[in-house]
């Protein structure tokens, strides 16, 4: 155990590594597990987390440290080596053509498994917390996308709460969480001073936050029609960071406090006594809006994007959010077309590239007014 200096263990997977930090002692609650840049090039959560890095490590020579914290600033440093003719690609794995943030493994019914072999008397959380990391330790995976999945999930897993942090195109600070997560993330949304929440179950493909809510339900249930109440069930969002070229020292130091004032919050660390009430622990978390509450506009045509508003600003049905210019139109008055709101709604993610394609999500719109907009699905980025 360290006191002074994190202590750094490097996971090995793939031909790479990956560095996590550890504080506080381990087996203590909470455990707080925080990842940073899954897509490799949202490193806007790697400053961010690496700042927070060093505010723990000061907690920790304080012993202000109560829970067990787990911070990985870049989890993916085989994604990071990912240049294409000069351009950096980290969203997918270019070995396997896979999203590195979807298929993470569903594990609950081999934990179920096994544990319906105990006499249900002697059941409890921290024996199904055990026996998803023997599982999880013995997996073996021939894919090398497979076994960097089950690193992470390795690394996370029997945390009370887990955060992996992102960021989108171009955005506001915005998070992805459930319902039954949201008691215990809504300060965080609320210290990040995030402006759109959405909750959901369940949403394409296993993303990674999803994976743990998403087990620990079935696994909860389980125990819990076996008369054991069970006491643990994770909490986990996805945090989109702004956009992918918000990455600045004083940003990130203010993100960095930001996730430094939750735990405080979440109960793993001892509040810094000369500023234990500042003014981001006032304030209230946005009302959270369900996932099919979000508008994903896409273009009509390939051509040049022209955003129309800002992020963050509120808008009305039919007002124009972006124009497309088609430069292979030899007819000026028709090259452009217009993309308006169908509903209102913020503003609260944009596409970052001025070149777009037929069919491409070019923003997206956070809907106020309960409005329904039935067949998007979550894409958190
Ligand atoms: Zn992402």
Not at 119 to 135: K, R, Y
Not at 272 to 277: E, R
């Amino acid at each position: 155990m360290f006191r002074s200096m994190p202590e750094i263990k490097c996971v090995p997977f793939s031909a790479n590594e990956t560095v996590m930090y550890r504080f506080g002692t381990p087996g203590t609650r909470p455990r707080v597990y925080l990842q940073g840049a899954l897509h490799a090039d949202e490193v806007s959560a790697t400053l961010a987390l690496h700042y927070l890095c060093e505010l723990l490590t000061v907690a920790e020579r304080e012993n202000r440290v109560r829970g067990e914290l787990i911070v990985v600033p870049h989890c993916n440093p085989a994604g990071l080596r990912q240049f294409v003719h000069g351009r950096h690609l980290g969203r997918f794995d270019l070995s396997d053509g896979r999203n590195f943030n979807r298929g993470f493994p569903d594990i609950a019914d081999e934990i179920i498994h096994r544990l319906g072999r105990i006499a249900p008397q002697n059941l409890n959380t921290e024996m199904a917390i055990d026996t998803g990391a023997s599982l999880l330790s013995k997996v073996r995976c021939e894919s090398p996308g497979d076994q960097f999945r089950i690193e992470l999930f390795r690394m996370s897993w029997g945390a009370d709460i887990v955060i992996d942090v992102h960021s989108d195109m171009e955005s506001v600070v915005h998070l992805y969480s459930s319902p039954a997560s949201w008691p215990r993330i809504e300060r965080l949304a609320a210290h990040l001073d995030a402006q759109t929440v959405m909750l959901g179950e369940v949403s394409a493909d296993m993303p990674f936050d999803e994976a743990h809510s998403h087990a620990w339900s079935k696994v909860a249930r389980f125990l819990m029609e076996r008369d054991y109440c069970a006491a643990h069930r994770v909490s986990s969002c996805t945090v989109e960071l702004r956009g992918l070229a918000d990455v600045e020292p004083a940003l990130a130091r203010q993100d960095a406090a930001a996730f430094h004032d939750y735990l405080v919050d979440a109960g793993a660390l001892d509040p810094i006594a000369s500023i234990a009430s500042s003014a981001a622990a006032l304030r209230t978390a946005v009302q959270p809006i369900s996932l099919d509450e979000v508008d994903m506009i896409t273009s009509p045509i390939t051509g040049v994007l022209v955003h129309c508003k800002d992020l963050g600003e509120r808008v009305v049905p039919g007002e124009v959010i972006a124009r497309v210019f088609d430069p292979t139109e030899i007819v000026p008055y028709r090259a452009w077309r217009e993309i308006v709101a169908r509903y209102s709604g913020v503003v609260f993610a944009r596409w970052h590239q001025r070149t777009v394609r037929a069919g491409m999500v070019v923003c997206k719109i956070g809907g106020a007014n309960g409005e329904r907009k039935p067949g998007n699905v979550r894409l958190p980025d």
